[in-house]
């Protein structure tokens, strides 16, 4: 099974290449460009340095929320476009579920945090057990008060990952016991999360038609805020 992925759900872009489970090759940009201008360009190059084709493929995957609303569009609309064109499998995998990747050393829980803005962070809660993650919480949109409430009375290590890991860690850290920092390396968000997550899902028999993939905002945009508060 080989999966290509894309991550753009925040500032910094990549894109995966997996084979069963061994990573083959991953590229991460985090230069302030934007993901239309070089995301295609990072997937060709991968696949060519690879000696992989589009033939190749078994799926293509995608972070599909939430995060940053345009960065997701971008993410989806490559995903979809390459796996309609070669008859793929298009899958769309939770962007926190896939960041929860990068703590699946730690044992205990995985906090997963990425900056909403309007003093919100979008979050989801899985433990570690083994390698494995189960997952506590479905995604939401919280404030960083209901987050410190969801976690004070919890005894268990718990590790911060994503791009909002270190505003949550600042914040909370003083009043809720037992948090952890994880490496700047292992804080991102990665396509090589997204790979393991989309293999997983494809192990379980479930289809995966691009044509139903939508992105997950959780909630709604500026403009369509303003329009409903008229």
């Given at each position: 099974?080989?999966i ?12 995966a ?44 995957a ?36 896939a ?26 809660l ?28 919890v ?27 994880a490496?700047?390396?292992?804080r ?11 293999r997983?899902?494809l192990?379980?028999g ?25």
């Open positions: 099974m080989r290509l992925a894309f991550e753009t759900s925040a500032k910094a872009a990549s894109v290449l997996l084979d069963e489970e061994k990573l083959i090759g991953e590229y991460f940009q985090d230069c302030g460009q934007t993901h239309s201008r070089t995301l295609m360009k990072m997937a060709q190059d991968l696949l060519e340095n690879c000696a992989v084709t589009v033939d190749d493929l078994t799926a293509v995608c972070a599909s929320g939430p995060g940053s609303f345009t960065g997701v569009r971008i993410g989806v609309a490559a995903a979809k476009g390459m796996a309609w064109g070669a008859g793929l499998p298009c899958v769309g995998v939770s962007t926190l579920e960041m929860a990747q990068q703590a699946c050393m730690f044992e205990g829980l995985v906090c997963c945090a990425m900056d909403a803005r309007r003093e919100q962070v979008y979050h989801a899985f433990r570690c057990e083994g390698g494995v993650l189960t997952r506590l919480t479905d995604d939401c949109a919280i404030s960083l008060a209901e987050l410190e409430e969801s976690l004070k009375n005894e268990e290590p718990k590790i911060m990952v994503g791009d909002g890991a270190a505003l949550c860690y600042n914040t909370l850290s003083e009043r809720v016991r037992g948090c952890v920092l490496p700047t390396a292992l991102q968000q990665r396509a090589s999360g997204v790979a393991l997550v989309a997983r899902l192990l379980t479930a289809k995966f038609d691009g044509a139903e993939l939508i992105p997950n905002y959780l909630r709604l945009s500026q403009a369509e805020r303003e329009r409903m508060g008229r």
